[in-house]
Protein backbone atom coordinates (compact mmCIF):
# COMPACT_ATOMS: atom_id res chain seq x y z
CA UNK A 1 0.00 0.00 0.00
CA UNK A 2 2.75 2.37 0.95
CA UNK A 3 4.76 1.77 -2.39
CA UNK A 4 1.80 2.83 -3.94
CA UNK A 5 0.73 6.08 -2.50
CA UNK A 6 4.68 7.12 -2.70
CA UNK A 7 4.56 6.82 -6.63
CA UNK A 8 1.15 8.71 -6.74
CA UNK A 9 1.99 11.81 -4.57
CA UNK A 10 5.66 12.54 -5.45
CA UNK A 11 4.54 16.02 -5.64
CA UNK A 12 3.18 16.19 -2.04
CA UNK A 13 6.54 14.76 -0.88
CA UNK A 14 8.98 17.28 -2.76
CA UNK A 15 6.47 19.78 -1.50
CA UNK A 16 6.36 18.61 2.12
CA UNK A 17 10.61 18.83 2.32
CA UNK A 18 10.13 22.43 1.08
CA UNK A 19 7.80 22.97 4.22
CA UNK A 20 10.12 21.69 6.61
CA UNK A 21 12.32 24.15 5.82
CA UNK A 22 9.95 26.75 6.54
CA UNK A 23 7.65 24.94 9.49
CA UNK A 24 8.89 22.93 11.80
CA UNK A 25 7.85 19.45 10.67
CA UNK A 26 6.14 20.97 7.94
CA UNK A 27 2.97 21.31 9.58
CA UNK A 28 1.70 24.27 11.13
CA UNK A 29 -0.73 21.81 13.18
CA UNK A 30 0.82 18.67 14.95
CA UNK A 31 -1.86 16.69 13.76
CA UNK A 32 -1.79 17.67 10.26
CA UNK A 33 1.75 15.24 10.10
CA UNK A 34 1.93 11.81 8.85
CA UNK A 35 4.29 9.21 8.16
CA UNK A 36 5.70 9.42 5.61
CA UNK A 37 4.49 12.66 4.70
CA UNK A 38 1.21 14.49 4.83
CA UNK A 39 -0.81 14.43 1.06
CA UNK A 40 -0.77 18.42 -0.10
CA UNK A 41 -4.54 19.31 -1.35
CA UNK A 42 -5.28 22.17 -3.89
CA UNK A 43 -8.32 22.11 -4.56
CA UNK A 44 -11.89 21.64 -3.11
CA UNK A 45 -15.49 21.18 -4.55
CA UNK A 46 -18.43 19.74 -2.74
CA UNK A 47 -17.40 16.41 -1.31
CA UNK A 48 -14.05 16.16 -3.22
CA UNK A 49 -10.64 17.30 -2.82
CA UNK A 50 -8.05 17.54 -5.18
CA UNK A 51 -4.51 17.02 -3.76
CA UNK A 52 -1.16 18.62 -5.97
CA UNK A 53 -0.63 15.77 -8.05
CA UNK A 54 -4.39 15.35 -9.33
CA UNK A 55 -5.50 12.95 -7.16
CA UNK A 56 -8.94 13.55 -6.18
CA UNK A 57 -10.27 12.23 -3.37
CA UNK A 58 -13.48 11.85 -1.26
CA UNK A 59 -13.16 14.00 1.81
CA UNK A 60 -13.95 12.46 5.56
CA UNK A 61 -11.86 14.30 7.10
CA UNK A 62 -13.50 17.35 6.28
CA UNK A 63 -11.21 19.72 7.74
CA UNK A 64 -11.74 17.61 11.00
CA UNK A 65 -15.28 17.82 10.98
CA UNK A 66 -15.48 21.80 10.43
CA UNK A 67 -16.84 21.60 7.14
CA UNK A 68 -20.69 20.18 7.20
CA UNK A 69 -21.72 21.56 3.50
CA UNK A 70 -17.96 20.57 2.24
CA UNK A 71 -16.20 22.85 -0.30
CA UNK A 72 -17.45 25.50 -1.27
CA UNK A 73 -21.19 25.52 -0.33
CA UNK A 74 -22.65 28.01 -2.58
CA UNK A 75 -25.32 29.42 0.22
CA UNK A 76 -21.98 30.35 2.16
CA UNK A 77 -20.19 32.08 -0.62
CA UNK A 78 -23.34 34.07 -1.24
CA UNK A 79 -23.73 34.95 2.28
CA UNK A 80 -19.85 36.09 2.65
CA UNK A 81 -20.13 38.20 -0.52
CA UNK A 82 -23.78 39.57 0.66
CA UNK A 83 -22.23 40.67 4.21
CA UNK A 84 -19.49 42.09 3.12
CA UNK A 85 -21.15 44.02 0.38
CA UNK A 86 -23.84 45.26 1.95
CA UNK A 87 -22.44 46.20 5.51
CA UNK A 88 -19.02 47.70 3.37
CA UNK A 89 -16.78 45.95 6.14
CA UNK A 90 -15.66 43.00 7.71
CA UNK A 91 -15.31 44.14 10.87
CA UNK A 92 -17.45 46.95 12.86
CA UNK A 93 -15.20 47.05 16.37
CA UNK A 94 -18.97 47.92 17.92
CA UNK A 95 -21.70 45.21 18.70
CA UNK A 96 -23.90 44.44 15.63
CA UNK A 97 -26.78 42.46 14.69
CA UNK A 98 -25.42 39.11 13.32
CA UNK A 99 -24.29 38.72 16.77
CA UNK A 100 -27.42 38.92 18.37
CA UNK A 101 -29.13 36.54 15.01
CA UNK A 102 -26.66 34.52 16.00
CA UNK A 103 -27.20 33.82 19.16
CA UNK A 104 -30.73 33.62 18.96
CA UNK A 105 -30.14 30.97 16.59
CA UNK A 106 -28.36 28.99 19.23
CA UNK A 107 -30.34 29.47 22.04
CA UNK A 108 -33.01 28.35 19.50
CA UNK A 109 -31.44 24.66 19.27
CA UNK A 110 -29.37 24.56 22.69
CA UNK A 111 -31.76 25.89 25.16
CA UNK A 112 -29.51 25.44 27.73
CA UNK A 113 -27.06 28.56 26.32
CA UNK A 114 -29.19 31.16 27.65
CA UNK A 115 -26.71 33.82 27.48
CA UNK A 116 -23.23 33.38 24.88
CA UNK A 117 -20.04 35.06 24.63
CA UNK A 118 -18.32 34.31 20.82
CA UNK A 119 -14.58 33.54 20.91
CA UNK A 120 -11.87 32.78 17.54
CA UNK A 121 -12.04 29.39 18.51
CA UNK A 122 -12.74 25.77 20.12
CA UNK A 123 -9.50 26.45 22.06
CA UNK A 124 -10.55 30.19 23.28
CA UNK A 125 -14.23 28.75 23.85
CA UNK A 126 -13.33 26.20 26.30
CA UNK A 127 -10.70 28.36 28.08
CA UNK A 128 -13.13 31.45 28.69
CA UNK A 129 -15.57 28.35 30.03
CA UNK A 130 -13.40 27.02 32.83
CA UNK A 131 -12.46 30.49 33.72
CA UNK A 132 -16.06 31.71 34.01
CA UNK A 133 -16.55 28.46 36.24
CA UNK A 134 -13.63 29.62 38.36
CA UNK A 135 -14.97 32.86 38.67
CA UNK A 136 -18.95 31.39 39.33
CA UNK A 137 -18.10 29.05 42.24
CA UNK A 138 -14.56 30.69 43.60
CA UNK A 139 -12.86 27.64 43.37
CA UNK A 140 -9.70 26.80 41.02
CA UNK A 141 -9.36 23.44 40.51
CA UNK A 142 -10.76 21.62 37.57
CA UNK A 143 -11.64 18.09 36.45
CA UNK A 144 -11.50 16.34 32.71
CA UNK A 145 -12.00 12.83 31.52
CA UNK A 146 -8.92 10.51 30.13
CA UNK A 147 -8.90 10.71 26.69
CA UNK A 148 -10.61 13.82 25.67
CA UNK A 149 -9.35 17.24 24.52
CA UNK A 150 -10.62 20.56 24.98
CA UNK A 151 -8.06 22.41 23.18
CA UNK A 152 -3.75 23.23 23.12
CA UNK A 153 -3.68 24.99 26.73
CA UNK A 154 -1.66 24.46 29.32
CA UNK A 155 -4.97 23.89 31.91
CA UNK A 156 -6.29 21.23 29.31
CA UNK A 157 -3.00 19.14 27.61
CA UNK A 158 -3.34 16.66 30.79
CA UNK A 159 -4.42 12.87 29.81
CA UNK A 160 -5.50 13.57 26.12
CA UNK A 161 -3.85 10.28 24.77
CA UNK A 162 -1.44 8.75 27.68
CA UNK A 163 -0.35 5.67 26.72
CA UNK A 164 -1.44 2.75 28.98
CA UNK A 165 1.80 2.42 31.22
CA UNK A 166 2.13 5.69 32.74
CA UNK A 167 -1.64 6.70 32.79
CA UNK A 168 -2.06 4.73 36.29
CA UNK A 169 -4.99 3.08 37.84
CA UNK A 170 -8.28 2.51 35.81
CA UNK A 171 -10.35 4.29 38.39
CA UNK A 172 -8.35 6.94 39.70
CA UNK A 173 -6.31 8.03 36.16
CA UNK A 174 -3.14 9.84 36.89
CA UNK A 175 -2.99 13.11 35.49
CA UNK A 176 -0.31 13.16 32.45
CA UNK A 177 1.26 16.37 30.65
CA UNK A 178 0.85 16.13 27.06
CA UNK A 179 3.12 18.38 25.69
CA UNK A 180 6.51 19.67 26.48
CA UNK A 181 6.58 23.08 28.11
CA UNK A 182 3.46 22.28 29.70
CA UNK A 183 4.20 23.50 33.72
CA UNK A 184 3.42 20.47 36.55
CA UNK A 185 1.51 23.23 38.26
CA UNK A 186 -1.62 22.12 36.36
CA UNK A 187 -1.16 18.51 37.06
CA UNK A 188 -2.15 19.41 40.67
CA UNK A 189 -5.22 21.71 39.37
CA UNK A 190 -6.97 19.46 36.58
CA UNK A 191 -8.17 16.27 37.82
CA UNK A 192 -8.42 13.32 35.79
CA UNK A 193 -11.58 10.96 35.75
CA UNK A 194 -12.17 7.78 33.94
CA UNK A 195 -15.22 8.22 31.24
CA UNK A 196 -18.02 6.07 31.25
CA UNK A 197 -17.35 4.56 35.10
CA UNK A 198 -19.50 6.53 37.26
CA UNK A 199 -18.46 5.14 40.59
CA UNK A 200 -15.07 6.19 40.19
CA UNK A 201 -16.32 9.10 38.74
CA UNK A 202 -18.38 9.79 41.69
CA UNK A 203 -15.70 9.28 44.55
CA UNK A 204 -12.82 11.09 43.11
CA UNK A 205 -15.19 14.30 42.94
CA UNK A 206 -16.63 13.89 45.91
CA UNK A 207 -13.41 13.93 47.81
CA UNK A 208 -12.18 16.69 46.24
CA UNK A 209 -15.44 18.99 45.35
CA UNK A 210 -14.87 21.87 47.90
CA UNK A 211 -11.73 22.73 44.91
CA UNK A 212 -13.03 21.75 41.53
CA UNK A 213 -15.31 24.15 40.08
CA UNK A 214 -16.28 22.18 37.18
CA UNK A 215 -16.36 18.80 35.19
CA UNK A 216 -15.32 19.62 31.52
CA UNK A 217 -15.71 16.66 28.94
CA UNK A 218 -16.87 15.79 25.34
CA UNK A 219 -19.94 14.02 25.68
CA UNK A 220 -18.90 11.74 22.77
CA UNK A 221 -15.97 11.23 23.28
CA UNK A 222 -13.27 12.45 20.71
CA UNK A 223 -16.51 12.77 18.82
CA UNK A 224 -17.41 9.14 18.20
CA UNK A 225 -17.33 7.18 21.35
CA UNK A 226 -20.42 8.44 23.35
CA UNK A 227 -20.93 8.31 27.16
CA UNK A 228 -23.59 5.85 28.61
CA UNK A 229 -27.20 6.87 29.21
CA UNK A 230 -26.94 6.22 32.72
CA UNK A 231 -23.46 7.33 33.22
CA UNK A 232 -24.53 10.94 31.64
CA UNK A 233 -27.14 11.09 33.85
CA UNK A 234 -25.54 10.38 37.05
CA UNK A 235 -22.54 12.47 36.39
CA UNK A 236 -25.22 15.84 36.05
CA UNK A 237 -27.26 14.48 39.15
CA UNK A 238 -23.54 14.07 41.37
CA UNK A 239 -21.95 17.70 39.90
CA UNK A 240 -25.54 19.27 40.90
CA UNK A 241 -25.39 17.99 44.34
CA UNK A 242 -21.81 18.92 44.42
CA UNK A 243 -21.83 22.25 43.75
CA UNK A 244 -19.82 21.91 40.59
CA UNK A 245 -20.29 23.03 37.14
CA UNK A 246 -21.05 20.66 34.56
CA UNK A 247 -19.16 21.81 31.00
CA UNK A 248 -20.23 19.91 27.93
CA UNK A 249 -17.51 20.79 25.23
CA UNK A 250 -19.76 20.43 22.26
CA UNK A 251 -16.85 21.96 19.68
CA UNK A 252 -17.25 18.35 17.76
CA UNK A 253 -20.26 17.19 18.09
CA UNK A 254 -22.79 20.63 18.09
CA UNK A 255 -24.95 20.28 15.24
CA UNK A 256 -23.23 17.27 13.85
CA UNK A 257 -24.82 14.84 15.92
CA UNK A 258 -28.19 16.45 15.17
CA UNK A 259 -28.91 20.04 15.30
CA UNK A 260 -29.28 20.16 19.00
CA UNK A 261 -26.24 18.49 19.42
CA UNK A 262 -24.94 15.81 21.57
CA UNK A 263 -27.33 17.53 24.98
CA UNK A 264 -30.23 17.11 22.92
CA UNK A 265 -29.62 13.23 22.53
CA UNK A 266 -28.75 12.97 26.51
CA UNK A 267 -31.43 15.18 27.35
CA UNK A 268 -29.03 16.55 29.66
CA UNK A 269 -28.55 20.39 30.49
CA UNK A 270 -25.05 21.41 31.23
CA UNK A 271 -24.41 24.37 33.04
CA UNK A 272 -22.31 25.77 29.80
CA UNK A 273 -21.49 24.51 26.26
CA UNK A 274 -18.87 25.21 24.17
CA UNK A 275 -19.00 25.03 20.29
CA UNK A 276 -16.82 25.37 17.61
CA UNK A 277 -15.89 24.20 14.06
CA UNK A 278 -19.16 23.85 12.11
CA UNK A 279 -20.60 27.50 13.29
CA UNK A 280 -18.08 29.39 11.40
CA UNK A 281 -18.84 27.63 7.97
CA UNK A 282 -15.21 27.12 7.89
CA UNK A 283 -13.84 29.96 9.10
CA UNK A 284 -12.12 30.05 13.23
CA UNK A 285 -15.24 30.29 15.33
CA UNK A 286 -16.09 29.41 19.12
CA UNK A 287 -19.12 30.10 21.53
CA UNK A 288 -19.56 29.55 25.16
CA UNK A 289 -22.74 29.59 26.33
CA UNK A 290 -25.02 28.68 29.36
CA UNK A 291 -27.31 29.68 32.70
CA UNK A 292 -27.55 33.24 32.28
CA UNK A 293 -26.25 33.59 35.91
CA UNK A 294 -22.83 32.05 34.94
CA UNK A 295 -22.09 34.15 31.90
CA UNK A 296 -23.25 37.32 33.94
CA UNK A 297 -19.80 36.94 35.44
CA UNK A 298 -18.32 38.60 32.21
CA UNK A 299 -21.16 41.25 32.07
CA UNK A 300 -19.15 44.87 32.32
CA UNK A 301 -20.85 46.51 35.43
CA UNK A 302 -23.57 49.59 34.18
CA UNK A 303 -20.68 52.41 35.17
CA UNK A 304 -18.57 50.94 32.85
CA UNK A 305 -15.27 50.22 34.71
CA UNK A 306 -13.50 49.97 31.49
CA UNK A 307 -10.43 47.70 31.40
CA UNK A 308 -7.38 49.65 31.01
CA UNK A 309 -4.25 47.86 30.86
CA UNK A 310 -1.83 50.91 31.79
CA UNK A 311 -4.05 50.24 35.49
CA UNK A 312 -4.75 46.79 35.65
CA UNK A 313 -0.96 46.33 36.72
CA UNK A 314 -1.59 48.06 40.48
CA UNK A 315 -5.62 47.15 40.53
CA UNK A 316 -6.57 44.58 42.49
CA UNK A 317 -8.73 42.00 41.09
CA UNK A 318 -12.06 42.99 39.67
CA UNK A 319 -15.35 42.06 40.07
CA UNK A 320 -16.17 41.16 36.55
CA UNK A 321 -14.33 38.68 34.17
CA UNK A 322 -12.44 39.82 32.04
CA UNK A 323 -13.17 38.80 28.47
CA UNK A 324 -11.81 40.44 25.42
CA UNK A 325 -11.04 39.75 21.41
CA UNK A 326 -10.42 41.93 18.31
CA UNK A 327 -12.42 39.37 16.56
CA UNK A 328 -14.76 37.84 18.81
CA UNK A 329 -18.16 37.62 16.94
CA UNK A 330 -16.39 38.78 13.28
CA UNK A 331 -19.24 39.73 11.24
CA UNK A 332 -18.20 37.71 7.87
CA UNK A 333 -17.61 34.56 9.85
CA UNK A 334 -21.12 34.69 11.67
CA UNK A 335 -22.93 35.17 8.39
CA UNK A 336 -21.12 32.18 6.98
CA UNK A 337 -22.04 30.05 10.07
CA UNK A 338 -25.57 31.55 10.12
CA UNK A 339 -25.65 30.41 6.36
CA UNK A 340 -24.40 27.03 7.45
CA UNK A 341 -26.67 26.68 10.09
CA UNK A 342 -29.99 27.93 7.64
CA UNK A 343 -28.91 24.80 5.12
CA UNK A 344 -28.11 22.20 7.92
CA UNK A 345 -31.97 22.92 9.52
CA UNK A 346 -33.05 21.95 6.18
CA UNK A 347 -30.71 18.93 5.45
CA UNK A 348 -29.23 17.34 7.92
CA UNK A 349 -31.85 14.33 7.81
CA UNK A 350 -30.30 13.53 4.73
CA UNK A 351 -26.94 13.53 6.27
CA UNK A 352 -27.37 11.46 9.28
CA UNK A 353 -29.32 9.18 7.06
CA UNK A 354 -26.15 8.82 4.11
CA UNK A 355 -23.90 8.62 7.24
CA UNK A 356 -26.32 5.17 8.82
CA UNK A 357 -25.70 4.09 4.88
CA UNK A 358 -22.19 4.36 4.82
CA UNK A 359 -21.91 2.81 8.52
CA UNK A 360 -23.98 -0.21 7.55
CA UNK A 361 -22.30 -0.71 4.31
CA UNK A 362 -18.69 -0.72 5.92
CA UNK A 363 -19.24 -3.07 8.17
CA UNK A 364 -21.06 -5.65 6.20
CA UNK A 365 -18.26 -5.37 3.94
CA UNK A 366 -15.89 -6.42 7.23
CA UNK A 367 -18.08 -9.10 7.88
CA UNK A 368 -17.94 -10.85 4.29
CA UNK A 369 -13.99 -10.26 4.75
CA UNK A 370 -13.81 -12.21 8.19
CA UNK A 371 -12.60 -9.04 9.79
CA UNK A 372 -14.14 -7.54 13.05
CA UNK A 373 -14.95 -4.43 13.47
CA UNK A 374 -17.31 -1.49 14.99
CA UNK A 375 -18.43 1.59 13.38
CA UNK A 376 -18.32 3.89 16.48
CA UNK A 377 -20.27 6.72 17.08
CA UNK A 378 -23.67 9.17 16.44
CA UNK A 379 -24.85 11.30 14.16
CA UNK A 380 -23.09 12.54 11.15
CA UNK A 381 -19.84 11.18 12.96
CA UNK A 382 -18.40 7.20 13.23
CA UNK A 383 -15.25 5.92 13.20
CA UNK A 384 -13.82 2.43 11.79
CA UNK A 385 -12.27 0.47 15.05
CA UNK A 386 -11.44 -2.96 14.29
CA UNK A 387 -11.57 -4.81 17.26
CA UNK A 388 -12.86 -8.16 19.07
CA UNK A 389 -14.34 -6.48 21.99
CA UNK A 390 -18.32 -6.27 21.87
CA UNK A 391 -18.45 -2.26 22.94
CA UNK A 392 -15.52 0.12 23.53
CA UNK A 393 -15.86 2.89 26.48
CA UNK A 394 -12.93 4.81 26.96
CA UNK A 395 -9.21 5.36 25.96
CA UNK A 396 -7.89 2.67 27.50
CA UNK A 397 -10.32 0.17 25.97
CA UNK A 398 -9.58 1.49 22.65
CA UNK A 399 -5.95 1.61 22.79
CA UNK A 400 -5.93 -2.29 22.59
CA UNK A 401 -7.84 -1.80 18.91
CA UNK A 402 -5.95 -3.12 16.34
CA UNK A 403 -3.93 0.00 14.74
CA UNK A 404 -1.61 -0.91 12.64
CA UNK A 405 -4.18 -3.05 10.51
CA UNK A 406 -6.49 0.41 10.60
CA UNK A 407 -3.53 2.15 9.58
CA UNK A 408 -2.57 -0.35 6.53
CA UNK A 409 -6.06 0.28 5.30
CA UNK A 410 -6.05 3.60 5.12
CA UNK A 411 -3.07 4.33 3.13
CA UNK A 412 -4.54 1.27 0.80
CA UNK A 413 -8.41 3.77 0.50
CA UNK A 414 -5.71 7.02 0.15
CA UNK A 415 -4.92 4.78 -3.26
CA UNK A 416 -8.59 4.60 -3.73
CA UNK A 417 -9.35 8.37 -3.50
CA UNK A 418 -10.89 7.93 -0.05
CA UNK A 419 -9.58 10.81 2.38
CA UNK A 420 -9.34 10.81 6.06
CA UNK A 421 -5.93 11.30 7.61
CA UNK A 422 -4.80 7.48 8.69
CA UNK A 423 -6.66 6.74 12.14
CA UNK A 424 -8.73 9.56 11.79
CA UNK A 425 -12.81 9.72 12.20
CA UNK A 426 -15.23 9.77 9.54
CA UNK A 427 -17.62 13.45 9.06
CA UNK A 428 -19.86 13.59 6.63
CA UNK A 429 -21.38 16.89 4.66
CA UNK A 430 -24.60 17.47 3.11
CA UNK A 431 -22.40 17.05 -0.16
CA UNK A 432 -22.18 12.89 0.35
CA UNK A 433 -25.16 11.27 -1.61
CA UNK A 434 -25.38 7.90 -2.57
CA UNK A 435 -22.83 8.01 -5.51
CA UNK A 436 -20.37 8.96 -2.62
CA UNK A 437 -21.22 6.04 -0.48
CA UNK A 438 -21.31 3.61 -3.14
CA UNK A 439 -18.01 4.32 -4.51
CA UNK A 440 -16.82 4.22 -0.96
CA UNK A 441 -18.04 0.91 -0.35
CA UNK A 442 -16.21 -0.57 -3.68
CA UNK A 443 -12.84 1.42 -2.31
CA UNK A 444 -13.81 -0.40 0.94
CA UNK A 445 -14.00 -3.81 -0.64
CA UNK A 446 -11.11 -3.18 -3.06
CA UNK A 447 -8.87 -2.34 -0.19
CA UNK A 448 -10.38 -5.04 2.43
CA UNK A 449 -9.15 -7.88 0.08
CA UNK A 450 -5.65 -6.79 -0.12
CA UNK A 451 -5.25 -6.37 3.77
CA UNK A 452 -2.16 -8.88 4.99
N1 LIG B 1 -12.72 20.87 21.98
C1 LIG B 1 -12.95 19.83 21.18
C2 LIG B 1 -13.89 18.76 21.65
C3 LIG B 1 -12.33 19.76 19.92
O1 LIG B 1 -12.57 18.71 19.13
C4 LIG B 1 -11.48 20.79 19.52
C5 LIG B 1 -10.78 20.76 18.17
N2 LIG B 1 -10.50 19.52 17.65
C6 LIG B 1 -11.26 21.86 20.39
C7 LIG B 1 -11.91 21.87 21.61
C8 LIG B 1 -10.36 22.99 20.01
O2 LIG B 1 -10.93 23.72 18.97
P1 LIG B 1 -10.02 24.63 18.00
O3 LIG B 1 -9.19 23.67 17.19
O4 LIG B 1 -11.02 25.39 17.20
O5 LIG B 1 -9.19 25.50 18.88
Known amino acids: ALSEFLRKTPQSKEFSTEAKQVMPGGVTANIKAFDPYPIIMDQGAGAYLYDIDGNKYIDYLLSYGALMLGHGPPAVVNAIQSQVEDDGTFLFGTPHRLETEMGKKIRQHYPSMERIRYTNSGTEATLLAIRMAHAYTGKHKIAKFEGHYHGGYDQVLLSVNPSVDNAGPVD ?144 QAKDVLFHSGTYNGHPTILAAGLATINVLEQEIDHVLTTTRQLKKGISELFAKHGISMQTIGLGSIFNVVITDKEKIWNHRELQQANFSMRKQLDFLLLNEGIYTKPLNRYSLATVHGDKEVQDTLAAYDKALSKLT
Open 172 to 315: EPTSVIESKGVDPYHQEHTIVLPFNNLDATAEILRKKKDDIAAVILEPIQSGFIPADHFFMEGLRTITEELGILLIFDEVKTGFRIGLGGAQAVYGISPDLTTLGKVIGGGFPVGIVGGKQDVLMTSAPNSNSDVFDSSQSKTS
